[in-house]
Antibody, heavy 120, light 110 residues
Framework: QVQLQESGPGLVKPSETLSLTCTVS?????????WGWIRQPPGEGLEWIGS???????YYNPFLKSRVTISVDMSKNQLSLKLTSVAAADRAVYYC?????????????WGQGSLVTVSS | QSALTQPRSVSGSPGQSVTISCTGT?????????VSWYQQRPGKAPKLIIY???ERPSGVPDRFSGSKSGNTASLTISGLQADDEATYYC??????????FGGGTKVTVL
């Protein structure tokens, strides 16, 4: 059974960098699929942040691209998210998810999510 | 990219059918073979219920069905049950490797 678990600080100061890690179990990232990050501000809808595959090919939301870096660490079977220069609008639950086989646009397994608040 | 347009809420009685629309443009829904739908209960992660417009993952009841016409995709829930009460999101490709979500529709079972 594929499982994903997000981890990282729940509180980030304005203008600093948000860093989250997603640990994957039950499946090796190196086996294939793309992997993505999606966020959801409290009470609002879902927003795709970006996706990556095992070889490091990345695709980012054009609205966030200048601030986002997604990477993979296959030795730890993890993917990570960095979002720079955060502001209050970046407060959200951040999910990592696996994209379906041969798909770049549907997510078949999700982590439980990690709430990140931006405040000084 | 702009979010896809969904009604904020729909409701129905147990046993009835409800349909949720998801309207985009020719650049996303209209041109896409890759529309998906997610069910999200409060405090939980989204769950994939439809992908590639009409396909259901293993374990998803056949009461859930998807379709598409022009720039609008639809999710129909037949035989509505109390357990179906949740928020539903559509998602489409908007260009290569670029998913865009709808704003979400809250389904209420009366």
């Amino acid at each position: 059974q594929v499982q994903l678990q997000e981890s990282g600080p729940g509180l980030v100061k304005p203008s600093e960098t948000l860093s989250l890690t997603c640990t994957v179990s039950g499946y090796f990232i190196s086996s294939g699929h793309y992997w993505g990050w999606i966020r959801q501000p409290p009470g609002e809808g879902l927003e795709w942040i970006g996706s990556i595959n095992y070889s490091g090919s990345t695709y980012y939301n054009p609205f966030l691209k200048s601030r986002v870096t997604i990477s993979v660490d296959m030795s730890k079977n993890q993917l990570s998210l960095k979002l720079t220069s955060v502001a209050a609008a970046d407060r959200a639950v951040y999910y990592c998810a696996r994209l379906g086989a041969n798909s770049m646009v549907h997510f078949d397994y999700w982590g439980q999510g990690s709430l990140v608040t931006v405040s000084s | 990219q702009s979010a896809l347009t969904q009604p904020r809420s729909v409701s129905g009685s147990p046993g009835q059918s409800v349909t949720i629309s998801c309207t985009g443009t020719r650049s996303d829904v209209g041109d896409s073979k890759y529309v998906s739908w997610y069910q999200q209960r409060p405090g939980k992660a989204p769950k994939l219920i439809i992908y590639d417009v009409t396909e259901r993952p293993s374990g998803v009841p056949d009461r859930f069905s998807g379709s598409k016409s022009g720039n609008t995709a639809s999710l129909t829930i037949s035989g509505l049950q109390a357990d179906d009460e949740a928020t539903y999101y559509c998602c489409s490709s908007a260009g290569i490797y670029t998913p865009v979500f709808g704003g979400g529709t809250k389904v209420t079972v009366l």
